[in-house]
RNA sequence: GCCGAGGUGGCGAAACCGGCAGACGCGGCCGACUUAAAAUCGGCUGCCCGCAAGGGCAUGUGAGUUCAAAUCUCACCCUCGGCACCA
């Protein structure tokens, strides 16, 4: 009998995973009960994905450790609602169709049962009874009505933008321009920018309140970059006028918006920007052909381009002045790249002595520069400034202007304002950097925009009744790569809804993001045909408890599903102002090469390889364990044998207790010094210690020390298999709680674990998922006495091990005699002795 | 360029509040078990000097604050995410 080495069987993840599933799915143990009220509630959302083919780790990543935390709730009580879906829309599914003549549909929804497949493998608490599939009619119906309604409060609207035009292929995504050269990917013409009509949707009414987090738990460096995107600028706006010249009578309105009107008095000259409407009308005839070349330069240069403040300026006068309000001065206007058409008034007052661009600008152009703020007490410079002086002290002095000389900057920055208000020459203003959000894009998959165009009536909205307008499923995709749509007669043509007259429809679809902006509302009544969402279910669910997803949607996935949110309740749909109560943005699983995944560069890992040699669990638990969940990182397997290795552990110690190593001549005995009673203490405050950090770990989301606390339990628990306690009732309460822990991380082995023990007590099966989470003996978990370090000026020199509780007079003394640090003090008197936080370090401190 | 994050052993990382740097795992070395291998189990493993006891050095680089710095401050270097038509 004891020679008889037989272990236990292995674990073997390829017959107990699939049947687990297979189970839970038969049970439907992860439908919600959206109406149960009896329990409270807690919306689980991951962000949901584009079906590009295949789930690559990078999915895993998301998803796994997020089913942790559903699964995590569930046993604390709470309903958990944790649905899934896909983002059916977007360009991958068009380039497909024109490289494989695929229909985007057909390709789409090829994709998405594949990945359906895929996500199922991974063992997760899926809802899939309320999956949405953006691409349906059924949702993008609701896509149009709701732009209807935002079309009704005038937060829609139409007005022209410039977009990348290639002359072959039409409208270019920003990734279909290749090259500084800027290209087109597919027939390599040059790509010029060309001016349509587009809708936008008006976000920057809402630009204020979406500087507001309050009540929102989302990670600081999100806030701060929303906050930046939406970039509040608070200023005035001031009234040039344009001065007569030979060619052109003057006296055209020239605004400019500007944060220092305190410097007004040091503005020499005016930039506009190379798209203002003006610059045509005021270029003079001479300088015509240079400003026209340098227009048409600035259009194919990219906005990161033009803002680079590394960049040599460049820019040209166009032959025409502007008169400085303040002072009657005559100033040359220049166009420069720099001034963007979009932000403030598209034209700015340069002020070279006080802003960087500007002087940089003056410098290299040779304008004046002239010097009308001072730091307080500070000498006038000899021989002109050396660099801008942009510092906004509050104590800074105005010189060089007028009546104003000798006032602080910003008393003269309300004055001059004031003043020029009083003349009708200027006000109070707020500018921001956020501009209104362009939502048409020519392309055939995706939303169609609902209005057509009358001859008689104008824009007319398409009538609620008449929605979905579908999109045909027949047309010509492969003729070149402009919107298939256009050349679609029976889409295009269509009758006015108001006359009846002929009309066009608008074959612009819309943006993708439109889709992603309230899918988690659609989520709740995924099949209601009445309305998008359902109000009774949005006020009990929403918002939403927790978001997972990846930080590259910072600012405009999160930014606009704030701003929908906000136009959603003007328009009375919901009542929540704020759709994500907290937030975390897990990081990006890179290739093995250190760059993000993608099928063009060869380096995405595909889970199901890993699955199928290890096992759902452990894939889970090993992304899990690679580090800190918000870090990501480059992919590498390298690890995951250890993690499976883990695994292998517990099961043995769950179902062969009593099992003796034959390779370790101390196993089966207990450790020197140790009798059952104080083995047991040991095996207990061990697993009450452990839950108590596992399940703060849970809590933040502190996966990777979650699981490596699990290993420092199993490999204690491993120490007393086989002895006489191993199978006792302190053993036993401490596997239930080392399967209860990781449960949720690793939910088959677990639940297989789980009902084995249940069967060997003859008790009726119970999913280990349905159990409650355990609650921490403290008296089990507390400790008795503790390792102190002591450091002598700062480097350590003992440890002493002390009882907990004592003074620091007692903790003083004891180290004082202790040889090492008698040795290290060298016959010196302490100066000082640190006891640091609560008994945590001492350090003494001997010279002078 | 601008906004945000990050640089710690051979590798992934830990150190949550300014208090023992390197938990846990990979890899490596040694041993046990085995006819043998695999699997499994145990031990050691930051670098340098030393037989050892012990000592010195060490968290991207350089300075600073402090009894004490991976952690705070300043400057610089490098990597990653976003920059509005990829999602």
Not at 320 to 325: D, K, M, V
Not at 785 to 798: I, S, Y
Not at 799 to 804: D, L
Request: aromatic share 10%; proline share 7%.
């Amino acid at each position: 009998m004891t020679t008889e080495r037989t272990r236990t069987e292995r674990y073997d993840p390829s017959s107990v995973e699939p049947r687990w599933q297979a189970r839970w799915a038969e049970l439907e143990l992860y439908r919600t009960d959206l109406g149960d009220t009896s329990r409270p509630k807690y919306y689980l959302l991951t962000m949901y994905d584009y079906p590009s083919g295949d789930l690559h780790v990078g999915h895993w990543y998301v998803k796994t450790p997020t089913d942790a935390i559903a699964r995590f709730h569930r046993m604390h009580g709470e309903n958990v609602f944790f649905p899934v879906g896909f983002d059916a829309f977007g360009l991958p599914a068009e380039n497909a169709a024109i490289k494989k003549k695929i229909h985007p549909a057909a390709w789409t929804y090829q994709n998405i049962d594949n990945m359906r497949r895929q996500l199922r493998s991974m063992g997760a608490t899926f809802d899939w009874a309320s999956e949405v599939v953006t691409c349906d009619p059924a949702y993008y119906r609701w896509n149009q009505w709701l732009f209807l309604r935002f079309l009704e409060q005038g937060l829609a609207y139409r007005t022209t933008a410039p977009v990348d035009w290639c002359p072959n292929d039409g409208t270019l995504a920003r990734e279909q321009v290749e090259g500084v050269e800027r290209r087109c990917w597919r027939c390599g013409a040059k790509v010029e920018k060309r001016d349509l009509a587009q809708w936008f949707l008006r976000i920057t009414k809402y630009a204020d309140e979406l500087l507001d987090f309050r009540g929102l738990d989302w990670p600081e460096p999100i806030r701060i970059m929303q906050t930046n995107w939406i970039g509040r600028s608070e200023g005035a706006e001031i009234l040039f006028t344009t001065a007569p010249d030979d060619h052109q009578p003057g006296g055209d309105d020239l605004r400019v918006f500007t944060t220092r009107p305190d410097t007004l008095f040091g503005a020499t000259f005016m930039v506009l920007a190379p798209e203002h409407p003006l610059v045509a009308r005021l270029t003079a005839p001479d300088r015509r052909a240079e400003v026209e070349t340098y227009v048409a330069a600035a259009r194919s240069a990219t906005e990161i381009e033009r803002l680079s403040t590394e960049r040599e300026k460049t820019g040209v006068p166009i032959g025409a002045s502007a008169i400085n309000p303040v002072n009657g001065a005559r100033i040359p206007i220049w166009i420069a790249d720099y001034v963007l058409a979009g932000y403030g008034t598209g034209a700015i007052m340069a002020v070279p002595a006080h802003d960087e661009r500007d002087f940089a600008f003056a410098t290299k152009f040779g304008l004046p520069i002239v010097e009308v703020i001072r730091a307080a007490g500070a000498p006038g410079p000899a021989n002109g400034l050396s660099e801008a002086y942009v510092s906004k002290s509050a104590t800074d002095l105005m010189v060089n202007s007028g009546r104003f000389d000798g006032q602080p900057a910003p008393a003269g920055f309300r004055a001059i304002v004031e003043w020029l208000k009083s003349e009708g020459k200027a006000d109070f203003a707020v500018t921001y950097r956020v501009r209104d959000w362009l939502i048409s894009r020519q392309r055939y998959w995706g939303t169609p925009i609902p209005v057509v165009y009358c001859a008689v009536d104008g824009i007319v909205p398409v009538p609620d009744e008449e929605l979905p307008v579908r999109l045909p499923e027949h047309v010509d995709y492969q003729g070149s790569g402009e919107n298939p749509l256009r050349r679609d007669p029976a889409f295009l043509n269509t009758v006015c809804p108001r006359c009846g007259g002929p009309a066009t429809r608008e074959t612009d679809t819309m943006d993708t993001f439109m889709d992603s902006s309230w899918y988690w509302f659609r989520y709740l009544s995924p099949g209601l045909d009445s309305a998008p969402v359902e109000r009774a279910l949005v006020d009990r669910w929403t918002p939403v408890d927790q978001y997972t997803g990846g930080a590259e949607h910072a600012v405009m996935h999160l930014l606009y599903a704030r701003f929908f949110t906000k136009a959603m309740a003007d328009c009375g749909l919901v009542g929540e102002r704020e759709p994500f109560r907290r937030l975390f943005n897990q990081g990006q699983v890179l290739g093995a090469d250190g760059e993000r995944m993608s099928k063009s560069r060869g380096n995405v890992e595909d889970p199901d390889a890993l699955v199928a040699r290890y096992g759902a669990d452990t894939v889970r638990l090993y992304l899990m364990f690679m580090g800190p969940w918000d870090q990501g990182g480059p992919w590498s397997p390298s690890g995951i044998g250890g993690v499976a290795r883990f695994i292998g552990r517990v099961w043995t110690l769950a179902l062969d207790p009593h099992g003796i190593e034959p390779g370790d001549p101390a196993s089966g005995t207990l450790p020197a010094g140790e009798d059952a009673a104080t083995a047991e203490r040991t095996i207990r405050g061990a697993a009450h210690r452990t839950l108590a950090t596992v399940t703060a770990d849970y809590e933040a989301f502190h996966f990777n020390t979650m699981v490596a606390r699990l290993m420092e339990l199993s490999n204690l628990l491993f120490r007393y298999r086989g002895t006489d306690v191993a199978g006792g009732s302190a053993w036993d309460e401490a596997i239930a709680l080392l399967e209860l822990m990781l449960a949720p991380a690793a939910p088959h082995v677990t639940e297989e674990l789980w009902a084995r023990h249940l069967a060997a007590r003859d008790e009726a099966w119970r999913s280990i998922h349905a159990e409650r989470w355990p609650a921490v003996d403290a008296a089990a978990a507390a400790v008795e006495t503790h390792e102190l370090p002591v450091q002598v000026n700062g480097k350590l020199r003992d440890r002493v091990e002390v009882a907990v509780g004592l003074s620091e007079a007692e903790v003083e003394a004891l180290v004082l005699a202790r040889p090492k640090v008698v040795a290290a003090l060298d016959g010196k008197t302490p100066l000082r002795v640190i006891h640091a936080g609560g008994g945590r370090l001492v350090n003494i401190v001997v010279r002078g």
